[in-house]
């Protein structure tokens, strides 16, 4: 990987030839991206989708002894509020009693600032901000108008690295910069890398285990495990899948979320990094590979039963612990099995839409096939290489299944609701508003404090789904008494109708 060497990672459309205008069926879409016709479409009429800042904020708002600076004008960082409940709530899960919520500060970039530039205005909010809070972390992150007006932000981390305490870590994150908002994971761990991973510093390790001093070799001979979490993981999410760890006997380094800045230092000497979503973690994974030797799995989500399974013998795998897996594995969905017994009944047959990420959204609705659901539609919000693996699970099933690769784009959304009329609709809050706005039951992809990883996870989907089959009346008033932006003639045309092809 010779990004690190560059300021700025790259953008996933270069890296990954990643798409987010398509719509078709599952069997095209693999076809078509393996055949290279996925690149360089577009829309003719978009209506909204999200800026990449918006994941940064929600992985960075959550580091410990941290401080975020939004670079920017005030109101780029207004996305933080409304993380301010996942944020206290990640600080009281990591065993903070007293969570404070995101701590961030703006530079509050005004007309003048685009003439005569912002990186003095940035300079001054990094030393107050070492200054208030002395953290061990000082984020800067660049939005678009510094962007666009050329603040050097790497410069000015460099000139102050001597007079405060705190490393600083810029991150570019310029909204303007790429369609693809998961260029944010690629874009933070791009910093982090370049200024906090050296590979040089075992004490963290050492404090952990009460030692006085530790070598990077018993570091690597010991079971610590790099696990990489996501944004839209819960709390208990965290506590199942390093349950599983822990009964295979390994101890667990859990970054980036709700993580100290001292976990990436202690990354490298990790016997294995762990993934739990490849379009979120694949780019710190293969650098850590490729500059430390440090091995990685991690292709799929462990999210549903045979995902979950793959996961551990994945891991078992690489260190040496085939059989304590399948002890594991054996164990665990024979009691699975019997807990959704009663529940397959009701859910056999009903049919469900899922949008959310790539992966998530792929992943749980293989789930839902598992527990003998019908998928009608998926929409992941962008689509590049790592998708297969979970698309050729569901062509296998039905390769008929409708596809709209979209970042939001509701208009697209609500139309293939009213064509396919699923009896549950499986997505973030802000898709599922619309899909309830049709009398759909909805159900969140990801939840505040909900578990939706490793086997307790894929009971508890199922649980919760068959809970709302049982009563949708809520929702079918709410499609009598509210109105759609969209006139009637709409849900006629064809919902892909504004994604033009290959340019």
């Given at each position: ?386 998708g297969g693996t979970e698309i050729s699970k569901l062509e296998k099933v039905n390769p008929k299944i409708r596809i709209n690769v979209a970042t939001a784009q509701p208009f697209e959304a609500v139309n293939l ?87």
């Amino acid at each position: 990987m010779t990004y690190i060497e560059l300021k700025v990672a790259p953008r996933r459309e270069e890296r990954l030839g990643t798409c987010i205008e398509f719509g078709g069926t599952v069997g095209e879409v693999h076809r078509q991206f393996c055949g290279g016709c996925l690149k360089n479409r577009s829309r003719s009429f978009s209506q909204g989708t999200i800026c990449q800042l918006l994941p940064a904020t929600a992985i960075l708002t959550s580091l410990q002894d941290s401080v975020v600076i939004v670079h920017g004008a005030v109101g780029c960082g207004g996305a933080v509020h409304s993380q301010g409940a996942s944020v206290r709530l990640g600080q009281f899960n990591s065993g903070d009693k007293n969570p404070k919520g995101a701590l961030w500060l703006s530079t509050n970039l005004s007309e003048s600032d685009v003439v005569s530039g912002g990186e003095e205005k940035l300079k001054r909010a990094i030393i107050e901000a070492d200054k208030r809070y002395r953290p061990s972390a000082i984020i800067v992150l660049s939005t678009c108008v510094p962007g666009i007006i050329g603040d050097d932000i790497d410069g000015a981390a460099d000139a102050l690295k001597e007079q405060v305490a705190a490393t600083i870590l810029p991150i570019h994150c310029e909204g303007f910069k790429t369609k693809i908002m998961a260029t944010a994971y690629d874009a933070i761990f791009h910093s982090f890398l370049r200024n906090m991973v050296d590979g040089n510093d075992e004490t963290e390790f050492a404090v952990y285990n009460n030692e006085a001093a530790v070598t990077a070799e018993k570091i690597r001979r010991s079971r610590l495990v790099n696990l990489l979490n996501v944004s839209s993981m819960t709390g208990p999410d965290q506590k199942e899948l390093t349950r599983l760890l822990n009964k295979l006997g390994l101890e667990v380094n859990m970054l980036p979320c709700d993580a100290h800045p001292d976990a990436f230092r202690l990354a490298p000497f990790a016997a294995l990094s762990i993934g739990v979503c490849p379009t979120h973690d694949d780019y710190f994974m293969s650098y850590l590979h490729e500059k430390f030797g440090v091995p990685f799995v991690g292709g799929q989500m462990p999210i549903g039963i045979e995902n979950t399974s793959l996961w551990l013998r994945q891991i078992a795998a690489k260190l040496g612990l085939e059989d304590a897996a399948e002890r594991i594995i054996q164990s665990e969905t024979e009691e699975l099995h019997r807990a959704l017994q009663p529940l397959l009944p009701n859910l056999k047959s009903k049919t469900a839409m899922l949008s959310a990420g790539e992966i998530r959204t792929l992943a749980t609705a293989v789930l839902l096939q598992e527990l003998g659901m019908e998928i009608l539609a998926v929409r992941p919000y962008h689509y590049d290489e790592f998708g297969g693996t979970e698309i050729s699970k569901l062509e296998k099933v039905n390769p008929k299944i409708r596809i709209n690769v979209a970042t939001a784009q509701p208009f697209e959304a609500v139309n293939l609701i009213y064509r396919t009329k699923p009896d549950i609709y499986i997505g973030h809050n802000s898709d599922n508003i619309w899909a309830a706005k049709c009398g759909v039951s909805i159900l969140p992809i990801y939840g505040t404090n909900s578990i939706y990883s490793g086997y307790a996870g894929a009971y508890d989907v199922a649980r919760r789904i068959e809970r709302h089959l049982k009563n949708p009346v809520f929702n079918e008033h709410l499609a009598k008494n509210v109105r759609q932006p969209y006139k009637e003639s709409w849900y006629a045309e064809d919902p892909f109708k504004y994604i033009k092809g290959v340019e």
